[in-house]
């Protein structure tokens, strides 16, 4: 599974780095290291639905306050 | 012609309790490879100080400029500089440095603490001739230069530095040859040496400085051009013209803009990794693109970028963290300000939708407008620069 997190202006403005953070946390505990590859990429283009965020090219719209929310129900949940 | 550059870079403390610098640094450019720079300690400090060292350092550089003589330039001080109603003297020290087409130094020296001269990391003795001029014993000297040569001129409370509190003699000119040697080849700017100079000077008097203390660094170095994309052209059939051009010019190439690096990526069909990576900065992190020696965020990155330029061009206090930091911010700083000389810029006027929202602090006259101040401040550091809009 891959996640991947802009990280251009927009969204960084609106947040970025602490949904990247809370994911990479959260991969830690869960220890997920093997099964979920967390990257970064510039703009795509939907800067207004920031930050953005999409998961094996399925796109997903996360706030710093809905990543841990986002990350139980989009990622624990389909990997179990 | 050959393809040698300057870099100057000075910096002075005052008399503890003083608001003016009685130091004086002025630099005239005659033209494109010849500057004159004079370093002006005035009698005393405070007011009287500041405005003698300014009157000689203003009246020489422009007299050596238009290309008169050192014998009129020191007769026209003489006759025109205000006398001390206290001393009965008009006084003001001095150290010219005339570099000639990049290729000759001329150093014409008063009274001053003689110019330290480090060529190859070690202190070369050049020498002087010793001449005489209304009663006043001038010293002068012609260098053929050297890539990598740093000329250190400073007044004289570089030198009195710790009398009576950590040497008895103050901080002895070949103390400070030792300590320049160490620096001189690490490849720090002018500005910075000069910095950590009146750094060691400031502490050397426990922060309350006895005398204004000044340092004027200039570095030899070879001409080192450098090219940065900023932002996609306003029409997109543009794209491809931007980029040949971009990518054709000599020097490293910088990359700021997510979209921006996009189209770079697309043009080189490379892929285009960003890293999340958060260095300890506010900044967003960078990219890698092969082909492309840094790729950076835009906006917010450049932004960080122009204060760093504005604090290194009053205090310089901001130096420790964009000079050894690996974000993208410091990156960009490291290779503008310290690496190099000629700067070409290629901005691209795109209006980016997602940047209207009035929500974010950023927008399009912004971004216009962060790159004439960089451009500005680039300037103002000796550096060449291009601008071209697409």
């Given at each position: 599974m891959k996640i991947t997190v802009c990280i251009g202006s927009s969204c960084h403005l609106k947040g970025s780095r602490q949904v990247v953070e809370q994911l990479q946390y959260q991969i830690n505990q869960h220890n997920l290291k093997e099964s979920v590859e967390l990257g970064g990429t510039f703009c795509m283009g939907k800067c207004q639905q920031g930050v953005c965020v999409t998961v094996d090219d399925k796109f997903f719209s996360v706030t710093p306050e809905t990543v841990s929310e986002f990350f139980k129900t989009e990622i624990l949940e389909k990997l179990t | 012609m050959n393809n040698l550059c300057t870099d100057i870079g000075w910096k002075s403390i005052n008399?503890?309790?003083?608001?003016?610098?009685?130091d004086h640094v002025d630099i005239v450019e005659q033209d494109e490879n010849s500057t004159v720079i004079v370093l002006a300690d005035g009698l005393g400090s405070g007011v009287k100080a500041s405005i003698l060292s300014t009157l000689t350092s203003k009246i020489i550089s422009t007299m050596m400029a238009s290309g008169l003589s050192i014998e009129d330039c020191v007769k026209t001080i003489a006759a025109t500089l205000p006398i001390c109603s206290e001393r009965g003297v008009a006084y003001s020290t001095f150290t010219i440095i005339h570099l000639i087409n990049n290729e000759t130094a001329e150093l014409i020296q008063y009274d001053n603490p003689m110019a330290i001269l480090i060529r190859d990391g070690k202190n070369y003795d050049y020498p002087k001739t010793e001449m005489h001029i209304d009663g006043k014993k001038i010293f002068r000297s012609s260098v053929k230069l050297q890539e990598n040569d740093v000329f250190v001129a400073m007044s004289d409370g570089c030198p009195h530095a710790?009398?009576?509190?950590?040497?008895n003699f103050g901080w002895q000119r070949d103390d400070i040859i030792i300590f320049m040697e160490a620096l001189a080849?690490?490849?720090?700017?002018s500005k910075t040496l000069s910095t950590y100079l009146v750094d060691e000077v400031n502490k050397l008097y426990?922060?309350?400085?006895?005398d204004d203390a000044t340092a004027c660094v200039v570095k030899i170095r070879r001409r080192e051009p450098m090219n940065i994309l900023f932002g996609p052209p306003s029409?997109?059939?543009?794209c491809d013209r931007m980029m040949s051009l971009f990518f054709s010019k000599e020097g490293k190439h910088i990359i700021c803009g997510g979209t921006t690096s996009t189209i770079a990526a697309k043009y080189l069909r490379r892929p285009l990794r960003a890293s999340?990576?958060?260095?300890?900065?506010?900044v967003p992190p960078i990219a890698k693109l092969e082909g492309v020696d840094l790729v950076t965020e835009g906006v917010i990155t450049v932004n960080k970028v122009l204060s760093y330029a504005e604090d290194y061009l009053s205090g310089n206090e901001l130096y420790e963290e964009w000079s050894f930091r690996k974000d993208g911010a410091s990156l960009i700083c490291q290779l503008l300000f310290?690496?190099?000389?000629d700067i070409n810029f290629y901005v691209g006027r795109a209006m980016n939708p997602a940047h209207?929202?009035?929500?974010?602090?950023?927008?399009f006259s912004i971004k216009m407008k962060l790159v004439e101040e960089l451009s500005r401040c680039l300037k103002q550091m000796g550096k060449r620069i291009k601008v071209s809009y697409f």
């Open positions: - | 008399h503890a309790g003083e608001q003016l610098c009685g710790g009398i009576g509190i950590g040497y080849n690490a490849g720090y700017t426990g922060e309350q400085p006895g029409n997109r059939n543009d999340i990576e958060y260095e300890k900065s506010d310290e690496e190099a000389t209207q929202n009035p929500d974010l602090p950023i927008n």
